[in-house]
Nanobody
Framework: QVQVVESGGGLVQPGGSLELSCLVS????????MGWYRQAPGKQREVVAT???????VEDDSVKGRFTISRDNAKRTVNLQMNNLKPEDTAVYFC??????????WGRGTLVNVSR
């Protein structure tokens, strides 16, 4: 069984910072890709940033220069440092893991609320 657990969401004012963390545990031999998606109210889930096993980065244009993803293969963690947050960043953020045979794993999500 594989568990994906996020932490670090919360309420922050515009221009502020938050760091999200995700820990993967359980029976998964190789993590081919991992990162973060988000879903705002009334919208579809979208990619924020992911980094694959080779280190290749996929990043939404809206977060470039503000968010930084870091992956630690040994610890099975992926973090998302979010700076200069904007109200449009408000969403539930989900940790995403891609394992062998294309199997996907998701965390339950953590809410990021950017508001005065």
């Amino acid at each position: 069984q594989v568990q994906v657990v996020e932490s670090g969401g919360g309420l922050v004012q515009p221009g502020g910072s938050l760091e999200l963390s995700c820990l993967v545990s359980g029976d998964i031999f190789t993590i081919y890709n991992m990162g973060w998606y988000r879903q705002a109210p009334g919208k579809q889930r979208e990619v924020v940033a992911t980094r694959d096993i080779s280190g290749n980065l996929v990043e939404d244009d809206s977060v470039k220069g503000r968010f930084t993803i870091s992956r630690d293969n040994a610890k099975r963690t992926v973090n998302l440092q979010m700076n200069n947050l904007k109200p449009e960043d408000t969403a539930v953020y989900f940790c995403y893991v891609l394992g062998p045979l294309g199997k996907q794993y998701w965390g339950r999500g953590t809410l990021v609320n950017v508001s005065r």
